[in-house]
Each structure stands twice: as C-alpha cells, then as structure tokens.
C-alpha cells in the first residue's frame, strides 16, 4: 500500500491516523509515517484497511432515519 493509499483508506473509513495509532496500540508517529512515505505500511495493516474501505464504501450509513426540515 502506498502512503497515498493510505491516506485515501483512512479518508473513506473517516479516522484520523490518531485514531488508528490508538486502535492499533502503536506510536502515534508510526502512522503519520505511512502516510508520508517515510515508512513502508505493513501488508497486513494495508489489507486490513482496503477491507474496511471497501466494506464502508460499499454499505454508507443509512440516511433515511433523519427528519426532513
């Protein structure tokens, strides 16, 4: 997974690179690492991340339970 993969995972799954430093339980640094470029994202963790993309992007949150103005 590239650093701009990364980055769009994260963007569609909606977490910070925080949040995922915490789910995770790593340095806080780590992520922000991946997502420069300045460290490889692990295969694992970038499997793990198209898997939750994909699965958000394919199911949103449903819309239909808010009032109308």
């Keep these: ?3 701009r993969e990364f980055n769009a995972a994260l963007a569609a799954i ?7 430093a915490d789910m995770l339980g790593c340095d806080h640094n780590l992520p ?3 997502g420069s470029g300045y460290a490889l ?12 993309a994909r699965a958000l992007l394919a199911n949103p ?9």
């Design 1 to 3: 997974m590239t650093a």
């Design 14 to 20: 909606g977490w910070s690179r925080r949040q995922l």
């Design 32 to 34: 922000a690492r991946w």
């Design 41 to 52: 994202v692990p295969a694992s963790i970038g499997s793990w991340l198209e898997q939750l």
């Design 61 to 69: 949150p449903p819309t239909d339970w808010r009032t109308k103005p």
